[in-house]
Structures are given as structure tokens and as C-alpha cells.
């Protein structure tokens, strides 16, 4: 479950820059970052993948080796060495922070050796009917780690402990998944391409009791290693869901205490979410996938999105102690596979949307927070320069806000076309009350109660320079710009 009032920070993009400084730099701002009211940083994957010291982590390699040995032409990952880690780690928590883990628990890549065995061809379109004959395929799926040489852990992995790849060395075809002799897709798993359960290179079998006890093995020694406090779960979509209530119950078992997890399960459609976290019960939170693509489309609809529909359709309106909300992450960001860019006009609205109310546990994305400058191809295959702007002055002043303001009963006036606002009347610890007013459209104002009697209120963010008095009934007309959002608090 989220951590109460609580806000994390995605620390980290996709094009980070692979100089190896990435944990330092962690552990520089620990302290910036707690005074600016974080709670929590997800760090992002932090061993050895297939493009060693440039490999931002999802192609994984080897789960021990967190840039301590000589493997896939280097030491260190892409965000530093063992060493740095562990210190930036230690920082965080001595800033008071809690630090998720990102656990990349579907696939291996970057095999040792290729050894031979059978399987059935499949379209990646289509894994429920095979496109020809059992067949011998020679495949990279040995993994001997001859760099740690057994250190941690002397597990190899050998063609058994996986159920399907996507290559064939002896006979290199496109477009083929191929599962091998004896084994099936694993079920509990998205239905998209009639089975989703392979994603990419090899697929861990999860029926496998080898495959779940080196696991179970890796989490323990994690936890004993690193003193993390949670994990972000990669890609469980693809992941046999029974696997994980009990992986992660002999997690905290062994840990002696409560971890934080919360899992990607890319999806738009909240009955598929509903259904995945009544599997999971109270272990697990989801991102708040559908509230992401609101947020693109509203962003994207030049004034014309019904916002007092925003909420609509999300795990933040309708599951809100496991949902996980947030603006972008490093897949949805200009250039990537799940890009689904919310245009930066609408960020700041989207930021006091999951900041400023009282559902969802934010996350932050780092490109939104310090701003990001990277190239790539486009779809096209063309170069492509992508600036991402800062919107660090305004977030700050979001979690300002919500420290000292974002308490108590929360009354919604979602009830204009364009211009949506709540307002949070503060508790006993917390007696200061707040006002929010947002629009997709043209400026104007909106009556809300507050609470307070005669009382001033002043905009936070600064766009709206008059102070508003509210009434001897504790109402207010507040402000806010066109494709703005003013937050009004209660002056000192």
C-alpha cells in the first residue's frame, strides 16, 4: 500500500546520460530532495544488462552483479559502480528517503552460449497457433557468468529454466517467437497476441521450481545486500500473476517488515487492473496507467477535453490506496516504445492533479522535475532533438503545498467544461486550508468552500497576483488563467 502523504520521485529517464554518475548524483541531492518533501526514490535498475555500460537496465544480464565485475565490456552499469550504489542507498535513508528497487524479473538477455534443443514457431502476433513443425533451434540461453565466476550465487541458467525465445541462430527468421519442446506460455498473463506472457529475449518459466527459488534466492540476498524498502515490479503483464503473492510474502517474511511494491502493468483498461490487484490482494500497487493516457488526451485536445471527466476510468478515482499515479515515465517520454507525450503545457495541471489531492501515491517523473535535452530516431528513422522543459518551480511549490496544506475533507467542484477545482480544508494538525482551480480552456473563477471565514488566500504559483477574502460563510471566488492552475492558500 502507498506511503501516507507521501510522494516518489522516478529518478531517472531513459537517455540518463551513461557516465556512470547517476548514484553519486543521487546521493548529492538526498537531502535537497527531502526538504523539498520527496519521501521516496525508485532508483532505476541497477545490474549488469546487455549493453553493459550503456544499458539503461531492462535488457538484464545478471541480477548479482551491480557493476562489480568484468562482464559485457565493463564494470560498472550505466549509472555507476556496486560501491556508489550502496552509498547513494545509504544517503537516501540517512535523508530520511525509502528506496525501491526496479526488479526486472521476466527475461534474461545476452546469453554466454548457445546450446540445442527444440521448438515450435510462432508470429509474435500470434501465440496461440503455431506457424510450423517442432524444430531444432539453437539458442543463446546459457548463462555461466564467467566474469562474477559463481560469486552471490552458483546458478547457472540453462535452455529448461526458460520457456521461449525470439531467435534461432541456426536458422535466423524475423517476426518468430519460438516455445520449446514440453513447455507452454505461462497463463495468469495479458491476453493481447492471444498469450503476452513472452516479451522479449528469454523468457523466464516461472513453472519451473528452480526458476522460482533462484528468485526467491536473488530478492533475499537484494534485500541483505542493498537495505531497500521496496520494489518496482517491470512488466508483470508478462509474468504469471499466481507468482507473485508468494514471492513476495516470503520477501517480507525473510525482510521482517512491510515492502513497498508496486508493478507496471501497462494498460488502459481498468478491468483488467481491478481483476490483476484482487489477485494480489494488499501486496501490491499498479501505476495508474489509465489517468496517464487521460492526461495525454487532454493534453492534446486544444481545450476541447471534458475536464470534469479526467478522473474518470482511473485506479485513482476508483482504487485509489493501489494506484500509483503519475505524469510521464521513462517509456511514455518523446521517443519511446509506449510514447504517449503530455504536451508540457498540461503538466503543471496534471502535477496538481495527483499532487494536490488526497488518492494515489505520486510519482515524479526526473525529465519533468530538472528538465531533459536528448536525441534519437523518430519513427521515421530520422534524427530527432527532444527538449524536455523543467518544471521543478512549480512542483516544488505542489509539495509545499501538500506538506502544509493538502489535509483534511477534500470538496470537488468538477462541474465546468474547462475549469475543474477542489479544495482541502485542513485537520487538526494541519489547520491551514487550500484551494485549487485548474483549466484546459479560457481563465476564469469558481466559488469553493474552504472553511475559513474571512480569511485570505493568496496563489501559491503566483499566476494570479490579487488575494482572494472569502466570506463570513467560509466561501471564496478563486482565479486561475487560461491552460493554468492556481493554488490558493491560506495566508499566514
Known sequence: MSDVNGVMMQYFHWYSPDDGRLWDEVGRQADTLAQAGFTALWLPPAYKGIGGSR???YGVYDLYDLGEFEQKGSIRTKYGTRQQYLQAIAALHAAGLHVYADAVLNHRIGGDATETTRATPFLQEDRLHP???LQEVEVYTHFSFPG????????EWHWPHFDAVDYDAKTPEPNRVYLFEGKQFD????????NFAYLMGCDLDFQNEEVRAELTRWGQWYLDVTGVDGFRLDAIKHI?????PAWLDELERYAGKDLFVVGEYWSSDLHTLHGYLDRMGARMSVFDVPLHYNFHAASRSGGQYDMRRILDGTLMQQRPDQAVTFVENHDSQPLQALESVVEPWFKPLAYALILLRREGYPCVFHADYYGAEYEDRGRDGQPCRIVMPSHRPLIDKFLYARRHHAHGPQYDYFDHWNRIGWTRLGDAEHPRAMAVLLSDGVGGSQWMEVGKANTKFVDLTDHVKEPVYTNDAGWGEFHCQGGSVSVWIQAM
Not at 148 to 155: A, E, H, T
Not at 187 to 194: F, P, S, T, Y
Not at 240 to 244: G, K, P
Open 148 to 155: 562474477r565466476r559463481g560469486q552471490y550465487s552458483p546458478f
Open 131 to 133: 506457424i510450423g513443425e
Open 240 to 244: 504469471a500473476a499466481w507468482f507473485f
Open 55 to 57: 544499458e539503461v537496465g
Open 187 to 194: 497463463d495468469q498473463v495479458a491476453l493481447e497476441k492471444g
